[in-house]
């Protein structure tokens, strides 16, 4: 059977015996630092980043591709997903962590950093100009996004159906969560005939005591702020909830958007579509949007908890299944499941799209802007120029 037969259910390639060389600590957080430092452009990256880690001979090239596919199935940024296996493989936990925290650093603090200007400069004439410009990219960007997971999730009548199903119970009113839990169900029966190839991943040790460790706490963290701080305790929830059901970075959209404006009423969608945008300003995982999010209910306390716990989940799912990676990859139910989840992510990105495009101004300009944005990315331009062209026309013209 070809691979396009499978559609999600693509074969993957199995890596070969090997062990990782040793690496120290502080290589692992400074290699994934220079990296994260300059991760423009999302999945663009990823050919940079398997470049850095197969130039050192941390991994070979077939187990970078099934981590890679390892991280393509559970939740989280990928890119900062990959930074954390790459260590687990080498160094076990502390080396997650190391690579997990280079990677994301530089962009937390620059979009911490941005929120921060941002917040000091609201109600300027030229704030608003710049974000009238940036609502125009955000909405491109979001067409793109639609269009992307429809290449590789939605293909055929079975996923397209999935995702206009997703797209219309979201207008509905139904949250996200429970649309991909419903798609999770699903795909077990609608892709029955669907198979994926066996998987063979060297042994990994699952680092338990550590995880525990991590766990313990996460869940200190939440209890202090359930009495200390009530507001940073439902942040984290709410971060964490995202994560849970967020795939392929643009994944979080829907659900961060559900979370901070239909939900909790943190922010007005205007707001929200600024904080996006920004985003897309900052290198790394479009995740860390939610920092903004943090800085704009509670400072910047608000800002780290949101990066922290936007992450957290995932992490924790990354570290205990990557043990069992080869037999969880090869389990028909789940990669069904996975595939039914994946189609509904672009109608989910469509529906949020939908209802900021409802709130926005439109005028020639703007629409304009827009389509400008969604051609500019789909030519591989990089996101930050888009977003700067947007800030500019928007000041000059708008």
Known sequence: MSPETHGNLAPIDSPGPGAAPFARLVDIFGCFLRVGATAYGGPAMMPL??????????????????GLALCQTIPGGTLMQIAAYTGLRL???????AG??????????????????????QGLTVTASAMQGLSAVVLG?????????WLKYARG??????????????????????????AACAGPVVFRDETAPPVALSDAPAPVRGVLALAALALAWLA????????????????AKADLIAFGGYGVFPALYHETVDLHRWMSAETFMDGMALAQVTPGPFM???????????????????????????????????????????????????????????????????Q???????????AAMCAGAALALWRKVDPIWVVLCGVALGVWLL
């Open 224 to 239: 202090a702020t359930y009495f200390l701080a009530p507001l940073l305790f439902t942040l984290s929830l709410s971060m």
């Open 100 to 121: 997990f925290l280079g990677f994301g650093l530089p962009a937390l603090a620059l979009i911490t950093a941005l929120s921060a200007i941002y917040h000091a400069a």
């Open 288 to 354: 860390l949007g939610s920092c903004f999010v943090g800085y704009h209910i509670a400072g910047v306390l608000g800002a780290l908890t949101a990066g922290a716990w936007i992450f957290t989940p995932s992490f924790f799912i990354l570290m205990l299944t990557v043990p069992c990676a080869g037999r969880l990859l090869t389990w028909q139910p789940f990669r069904r499941a996975l595939a039914g989840v994946l189609s509904t992510l672009g109608g989910l990105i469509l529906a949020v799209g939908v």
């Open 91 to 97: 160094r076990g936990l502390p080396g997650a962590l």
């Open 49 to 66: 980043m398997r470049e850095h880690i197969l130039k050192r001979g941390w991994l070979s090239a077939e187990d970078f591709k099934l």
């Open 157 to 182: 009548p079975r996923r397209l159906g999935l995702t206009l199903a997703a797209c219309g119970l979201f207008l509905y009113g139904i949250g996200p969560a429970w649309i991909i839990l419903g």
């Open 141 to 149: 960007i979001i067409g793109l996004a639609v269009y992307d997971f």
């Open 356 to 366: 900021l495009a409802r709130g926005t101004d439109w005028n020639a300009l703007k």
